[in-house]
């Protein structure tokens, strides 16, 4: 006879919950949402089947559905009416994402809301940071544009903020700007592990952020590497990021899991938009269970480290608990 027999603790579904060393919960998730200045009413994203692209009231609206689904957290993405290349928008106090923050934080206090701070959405040329006369995206001069962002979505009334432009040195820019201003306590998410992965296909869409020139691989991270995750980790932690995010999710579990066995700091993966879409598309054809799929997905970005995530299933998740 066999002495051990995995299958044992198999035989029914009492004992496999018992057993679960992994269980989702809602207080983990954060809702991202689509901020548009301009818009009559709240526009569907196609590529995105339940998402949409809000403005100020039906993002009221939303954040209403959010908070009584039991959802902590929404990181917020604003496309202005108009782009320039100084991302004027970005950091102008009186700006459209500005006043949502504002309104968002007025009616649902408890609400904690995470922006990104970024400049793609908010450039002509859709890239994370000023571009030169020769089209390189220059780095050190667009750290002052990010660290403005931040501290205007700090006086709006965020709770914290998320740079994803993947500039060097952003997040010691961004620190040194809040610590300025009187947000010393104001936490920074840092995407500090951001590929340039061809799965944020969707979001383009929903941002408006399509570079109109050239691709993000001068700044965005090469897919084939991993040291130089744990290089770019080590850096933000280094320049006071308090936790750091690991994006895609799903095809990047093994960097989510190395940063897990390195660092102590609080690990947050962003399930991003072409990983949800992809969802979406192979369940509305009937090839694979939505429901299934969103609950193994996001309970593997849990098992492999992520403390925190950010999914577009947030709501879905959240009501089924
Ligand atoms: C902005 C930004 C992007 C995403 C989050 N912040 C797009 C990009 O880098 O091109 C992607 C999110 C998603 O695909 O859901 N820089």
Redesign the pocket.
Known sequence: MLTQRPRRLRQNNTLRTMLQETRLDKSELIMPLFIKEGLKEKKAIQSMPGHFQLNLKDALKECGEITKLGIKSVILFGIPKNKDAKASQAHDKNGYLQQTIQAIKNKYPQLYIIT?V?L?EYMSHGH?GLVNSKGQIVNDPSLELLAQTAVSHAEAGADMVAP??MMDGRVAAIRKALDATGFENMPIMSYAVKYASA??GP??DAAE?APQFGD?KTY?MDYANSNEALREAELDIKEGADILMVKPALAYLDILSKLKQKYTVPLAA?Q???EYSQIMAAAKNGWVDEKALMIETLTAIKRAGAQLIVTYFAKKMAALS
Do not use: E, L, N, W
Request: net charge neutral; charged share 25%.
């Open positions: 990104d970024c793609c994370c994803s432009d799965f944020y979001f383009r952020s993000r965005q962003y991003v938009s072409g």
